[in-house]
T-cell receptor
Framework: GAGVSQTPSNKVTEKGKYVELRCDPISGHTALYWYRQSLGQGPEFLIY????????DSGLPNDRFFAVRPEGSVSTLKIQRTERGDSAVYLCASSLGFSGANVLTFGAGSRLTVL | AQKITQTQPGMFVQEKEAVTLDCTYD???????LFWYKQPSSGEMIFLIY??????QNATEGRYSLNFQKARKSANLVISASQLGDSAMYFCAMSENTGGFKTIFGAGTRLFVKA
């Protein structure tokens, strides 16, 4: 696609529910990143994929968070048993690959609110 | 340890004047990249400028330039001739070879341009 697409743009859920956030990267971009951004803060790294595999998932806060990219394109971030502290904007970004000049193209984000 | 430090939570600048946003970074890797991204109130992150650790000259992109001082580990963003549309959050970011070139962000600086 022309840009990075994230759905839903807004998600309101109740504590304890399961949530899926989807990211559709730019066609041909092999690298895909997930970040979490709380109000007034910088993006916090969660996980990135090179192709289908998670190259680094060290930023996932706990085992309630999981992400997949089964065909090396679309990725889904899954959050189980949501907590109020999970409320944030979840940003997805993609890039052509990994190098020092790794310019990221971001989606508009998915705003998650856990009540 | 903080990898990227932005010490200015907020900055004001008069329209048409220049402004410098500070960024210091911490790495022992000789190969890394430094980036600046802009995030307007609409929320979407926009890439502004890139500097490689081996680049001899400071990067420039239109009204943006990156003042790269390697020995001091600083990568300040200079915006010349500020415009009202420059009002936004600005994030400094770094990717390191040893980190698999994942990109990490600073806390950001909010820039206000006054008419």
């Amino acid at each position: 696609g022309a840009g990075v697409s994230q759905t839903p743009s807004n998600k309101v859920t109740e504590k304890g529910k399961y949530v899926e956030l989807r990211c559709d990267p730019i066609s041909g971009h092999t690298a895909l990143y997930w970040y979490r951004q709380s109000l007034g803060q910088g993006p916090e790294f969660l996980i990135y994929f090179q192709g289908t595999g998670a190259a680094d998932d060290s930023g996932l806060p706990n085992d309630r968070f999981f992400a997949v990219r089964p065909e090396g394109s679309v990725s889904t971030l899954k959050i189980q048993r949501t907590e109020r502290g999970d409320s944030a904007v979840y940003l997805c970004a993609s890039s052509l690959g990994f190098s020092g000049a790794n310019v990221l193209t971001f989606g508009a984000g998915s705003r998650l609110t856990v009540l | 340890a903080q990898k990227i430090t932005q010490t200015q939570p907020g900055m004001f600048v008069q329209e048409k004047e220049a402004v410098t946003l500070d960024c210091t970074y911490d790495t022992s890797d000789p190969s890394y990249g430094l980036f600046w991204y802009k995030q307007p109130s609409s929320g979407e992150m926009i890439f502004l400028i890139y500097q490689g650790s081996y680049d001899q000259q400071n990067a420039t992109e239109g009204r943006y330039s990156l003042n790269f001082q390697k020995a001091r580990k600083s990568a300040n963003l200079v915006i010349s001739a500020s415009q009202l549309g420059d009002s936004a959050m600005y994030f400094c970011a770094m990717s390191e070879n040893t980190g698999g070139f994942k990109t990490i962000f600073g806390a950001g600086t909010r820039l206000f341009v006054k008419a």
